[in-house]
């Protein structure tokens, strides 16, 4: 069945708006070349687009012709503004953004774990409504946060949890009460970061991966066929309760302690440092990295490495066995800061563990990874509110 006019006029609307997301200003001729339509059909959604105030002239296209130089179109930034928030056991940073990305303004907070509860949740939120006026932005459209912790796959909420800070969940609902106008999302951290390795880092393009996130906690986003896979409570990646060789234990429901993230967790890295004679602060994900990236640079950093490379292939090699994804990232402040020489060594270990081929990568984004996929989310979200889902 054909689509009808409405229909048509809704899908060509949304594939110019894409295709200037994607490339920055075009020309209607640019944009006819790239989309396949007529002249006149183009010439009729740019009149479209910018009657809504979607896209305006951004400039002039370089060549000189006969008569003026074609417009530039292109999406008109300020249409809305974003939020995205990193939200840590130790703090939280939020950047304020234009529709299309573009950082207006951005700040930090470091919130100690004797802060209470309120005062947290305050400290947070005041910080996202300054730098909102740091912006020049009177209101926010769309806030995206990036937590540690499981999310609900019924609800999008962030679930309780006894190991994580009570105001994390607590701050979602505060937010959404300060900003009535703004759509509140939370994601895991992981997901957000494995989102921004896919669009603009090691995963670049790839459909099919997993990313190990290696810092103050351990966890694994996984994306098959395109699909972040949540599962059925909202727990897939979470490797580090994964029960490996070389514990001193098991897991338990409630504490991973025994698990893969007793191996490669922050505090793991930083006593396994130290071992090595490589200083590194016990259980602070920075230490843990600044002892890794010592490592890489010097010669007698090589064992140390190691020794790491071999405990973080027994849970590599556990996901490529169960999911073939093709393509391991490791993430995190200890994946990046481990870069290539730990993601060879891994490699290695790995083609003599298992037989399906798999490639480990660095990443190439580290600890900015969750920032950067939150803005990511929430720019989706909001040209998906502006310029029209997919299929509507």
């Known amino acids: 069945m054909a689509a009808s006019p409405s229909t048509a006029r809704a899908l060509n609307d949304r594939l110019a708006l894409r295709l200037l997301q994607q490339e920055g200003p075009l020309t209607a001729g640019q944009l006819k070349q790239l989309t396949g339509l007529?002249?006149?059909?183009?010439?009729?959604l740019v009149e479209r687009l910018t009657a809504a105030g979607l896209i305006g002239v951004a400039g002039e296209a370089g060549e000189q012709r006969r008569g003026p130089n074609a417009?530039?179109?292109?999406i008109v930034a300020d249409r809305a503004h974003l939020a995205a928030l990193d939200v840590r056991t130790e703090g939280v940073t939020v950047v304020v953004s234009d529709l299309v990305g573009g950082v207006l303004a951005e700040a930090a907070l470091p919130i100690t774990g004797d802060t209470g509860t309120g005062p947290a949740v305050e400290q947070a939120a005041t910080l996202v409504e300054r730098t909102l006026k740091e912006a020049g932005a009177d209101r926010l459209h769309t806030v995206g946060i990036g937590a540690p912790g499981l999310i609900d796959p019924a609800s999008g909420e962030l679930r309780d949890s006894t190991s994580l800070p009570e105001w994390h969940r607590r701050l979602v609902a505060v937010l959404q009460e300060r900003l009535p106008e703004a759509r509140v999302s939370v994601e895991n951290e992981t997901n957000l970061a494995a989102l921004a390795e896919?669009?603009?880092?090691?995963?670049?393009?790839?459909?099919?991966f997993?990313?190990?996130?290696?810092?103050?906690?351990?966890?694994?986003?996984?994306?098959?066929d395109g699909n972040l896979r949540r599962g059925a409570s909202g727990g897939t990646g979470e490797i580090g309760f994964l029960p490996?060789?070389?514990?001193?234990?098991l897991p338990s429901a409630t504490d991973c302690e025994g698990g893969f993230h007793s191996l490669v967790g922050a505090a793991a890295v930083a006593r396994l440092a130290r071992e090595y004679g490589i200083a590194a602060e016990r259980g602070a994900a920075p230490e843990a990295a600044d002892a890794v990236r010592t490592a890489v640079a010097v010669s007698?950093?090589?064992?140390?490495?190691d020794t790491l490379a071999d405990r973080i292939t027994v849970g590599v090699a556990s996901v490529v066995a169960l999911l073939d994804p093709g393509c391991v990232v490791l993430g995190g402040e200890v994946?990046?800061?481990?870069?290539?020489a730990l993601a060879a060594r891994v490699r290695e270990r790995l083609a003599t563990m298992s037989p399906l081929p798999a490639d480990v990568c660095p990443s190439t984004l580290g600890?900015?990874?969750v920032l950067r996929g939150a803005l990511l989310k929430a720019r989706d979200q909001a040209q998906d509110d502006l310029f029209g889902a997919p299929g509507r």
């Open 367 to 369: 600890g900015g990874a």
């Open 300 to 305: 007698t950093g090589g064992p140390f490495l």
């Open 38 to 44: 007529s002249r006149p059909t183009v010439a009729d």
């Open 198 to 208: 896919q669009r603009d880092g090691a995963a670049r393009d790839r459909d099919t």
């Open 71 to 74: 417009k530039l179109y292109g």
């Open 244 to 249: 490996v060789p070389g514990t001193r234990g």
């Open 210 to 224: 997993v990313l190990l996130w290696l810092g103050h906690g351990t966890g694994a986003a996984v994306i098959l």
């Open 335 to 340: 994946g990046q800061a481990g870069g290539e």
